[in-house]
């Protein structure tokens, strides 16, 4: 019975205060309770810079167990990623991360590989475009036209020669576009609300890491 | 005959994936090669955000949310350099800060090459610039720093206490920024969330091409005042600071791929259009 008082009622009693402390805080201009969803902030800062260091004894414990298998070729990557944890983990945590030796080695490994990975989607996307992009149907169609239309605008050269793509362009981002996405954030704000209030009110307990109901 | 005109636009259906890839290095590096200084529009966005900061006055404060990582750096720096630039050219004291792990390492890359930029201003460290480094937390960080900064960050990136910098003695929350800017690879609705729809603070977000859409919405209901479209955002910037860098370097890039992409995206869709109508 306590056990389950613990483990299921007592956070759900923290949910509901903390959520109606919030939702008070937003909607009332009470200064106590400002002072309160500071202080919870500041708590939730606290939470999440403790959850990345969990997150990367999570990474260690799951590496090592990986090793530990030898299953197909996994394990070698993990000794990697092992390796360049400590690497960058003991330099920025021996020297401080604006020292000029974390500087070199996130210069020289992290920047380089983390810069080169994001172009190299373009190969990717160019080759999926140029495969996949088919006036199949009509909206098909529409879809390659204003795909185009968009690539054509985009092109700064293009967008200077001819003008009328850059109108083109802005009728189609500020009406068609706006009004489409509009409607989309409308349905996730309303989505976000219901889940909100699920919370609140105890009825979505999957965030205590159990399923709902139980 | 009919059969070779058929296999002609299957061909142009499947061109080699290795030609492919040569032209789109190509598009790339021929114009970094042989830079052609090509025409560059302005587009709304840019200039709301130009005339934007235009409005500052000295000691006005700025937020500046460092956020990019090495993958956007490209644009991102160009970007930044160029709002502050603008800032600096006000008279408004910049506070640097991050939401993102990344952050402090290329704030500093950043400041490498912004410096000159602050010391020909006159600019000081701690009294009409500071950077506070990297605070965990995402939305919930910056929900504190829109209420009381201090929540958020005790001392700056190098170790001295908040109330040991000049600047930030009259820095405490959402009424003493007078904007903030992020330049971010996210999501950046939350920043629109936290400091304009509860605060009404002028918010302008650099963000890359592919966020843009996304974020056009919020530009056109006024809840963005400026908003950066990636490298060609990066580069009108620089445009409108009469102060051409790294940005438009790349525009001529910009233009090759992008024109690329549009005949390959054509070529498949003649091929493939050709080709069903023989069929037929």
């Known amino acids: ?214 | 005959m009919a059969g070779k005109q058929d296999s002609i636009w299957i061909k142009l259906q499947h061109i080699p994936r290795e030609i492919l890839y040569i032209l789109i290095i190509l598009s790339m590096i021929v114009p970094l090669l042989r830079p052609m200084g090509l025409p560059i529009t302005i587009s709304p966005q840019t200039e709301s955000l130009f005339d934007s900061l235009n409005t500052l006055e000295p000691g006005d404060v700025m937020l500046e949310f460092i956020d990019w990582s090495a993958g956007s750096m490209s644009f991102h720096e160009p970007g930044c350099i160029a709002v502050s630039f603008q800032a600096v050219k006000q008279g408004a004291k910049l506070v640097f800060l991050s939401s993102a792990t990344e952050g402090p390492l290329m704030y500093e890359l950043m400041l490498e090459k912004f410096q000159p930029v602050f010391d020909e201003a006159g600019y000081v460290y701690g009294e009409d610039y500071v950077y506070l480094g990297y605070v965990a937390g995402q939305e919930t960080a910056l929900a504190a720093i829109a209420s009381d900064i201090r929540t958020a960050f005790s001392i700056d990136y190098y170790g001295t206490p908040l109330d040991e910098i000049p600047l930030m003695q009259t820095v405490h929350n959402y009424a003493d920024y007078s904007m903030i800017i992020s330049y971010t690879m996210g999501s950046p609705e939350s920043f629109v969330r936290q400091f304009n729809t509860q605060y009404n603070v002028i918010t302008h977000i650099h963000c890359g091409e592919m966020m843009t859409p996304t974020i056009l919405p919020f530009w056109a209901s006024g809840q963005i005042t400026g908003l950066l479209n990636g490298g060609v955002g990066a580069a009108e910037m620089e445009v409108l600071n009469k102060r051409p860098g790294d940005a438009v370097k790349l525009t001529d890039v910009y233009s090759f791929s992008n024109i690329l992409v549009f005949i390959f995206l054509l070529i498949g869709n003649v091929g493939f259009i050709m080709q069903r109508r023989m069929g037929k």
Do not use: C
Request: charged share 10%.
């Open chain 1, 1 to 214: 019975m306590s056990i389950k008082i613990i483990r299921k009622t007592v956070p759900l009693v923290i949910t509901f205060l903390v959520g109606l402390l919030m939702i008070g805080q937003w909607f009332l201009n009470v200064p106590s309770l400002d002072e309160l969803a500071t202080f919870l902030q500041q708590w939730g800062i606290l939470i999440a810079a403790f959850a990345m260091g969990l997150g990367s004894v999570n990474i260690i414990i799951r590496s090592v167990h990986r090793i530990q298998k030898r299953e197909g070729t996994d394990w070698l990557y993990a000794i990697w990623l092992l390796i360049v944890f400590f690497l960058f983990a003991i330099t920025g945590i021996g020297f401080g991360p604006a020292s000029s030796q974390y500087k070199y080695i996130f210069n020289t490994i992290l920047q380089p590989l983390s810069a080169t990975m994001y172009p190299a989607t373009l190969f990717f996307l160019v080759s999926a475009i140029y495969r996949t992009f088919k006036i199949r149907t009509v909206e098909g169609g529409l879809f390659v036209i204003v795909s185009a239309i968009i690539l054509l605008a985009n092109a700064p050269i293009m967008s200077a020669s001819l003008p009328f793509l850059v109108t083109l362009k802005s009728w189609i981002m500020d009406v068609e576009l706006t009004a489409a996405y509009r409607a989309i954030l409308l349905g996730i704000g309303l989505g976000a609300i219901m889940l909100g209030f699920r919370i609140i009110f105890g009825l979505e307990t999957t965030h205590l890491g159990r399923e709902e109901g139980t």
